[in-house]
């Protein structure tokens, strides 16, 4: 079992910036990646960004964030960031945090942070 705790959502103005945070703990030797995913209100969760835990570390953006949100890692802190810059309204939506395991591919999911853009 691995538990995600994010941190870091709010209300912003468009083109402001938000640092997201997740934390993860319990089995976080089993973690293989993590991302960030969003809804937004009648939507479908969509990817946002992704990066990988191994000594290889690879990230991939959805083509809504890229040049404007980037995805880092701390593995001491087994914590992952979210950098998002030039922040437009269509950006407001919950953030959760994903992690998956191996083996089997497990997919664990935060509670969500809302984020908010809007003047």
């Known amino acids: 079992q691995v538990q995600l705790v994010e941190s870091g959502g709010g209300l912003v103005q468009p083109g402001g910036s938000l640092r997201l945070s997740c934390a993860a703990s319990?089995?976080?030797?089993?973690?293989?990646?993590m991302g960030w995913y969003r809804q937004a209100p009648g939507k479908q969760r969509e990817l946002v960004a992704t990066?990988?835990?191994?000594?290889?570390?690879?990230?991939n953006y959805a083509d809504s964030g890229k040049g404007r949100f980037t995805i880092s890692r701390d593995n001491a802190k087994n914590t992952v960031y979210l950098q998002m810059n030039s922040l437009k309204p269509e950006d407001t939506a919950v953030y959760y945090c994903?992690?998956?395991?191996?083996?089997?591919?497990?997919?664990?999911w935060g509670q969500g942070t809302q984020v908010t853009v809007s003047s």
């Open positions: 319990g089995s976080i030797f089993r973690i293989y990646r």
């Open positions: 994903n992690t998956i395991t191996l083996p089997g591919g497990n997919n664990y």
């Open positions: 990066i990988t835990m191994t000594s290889v570390r690879s990230t």
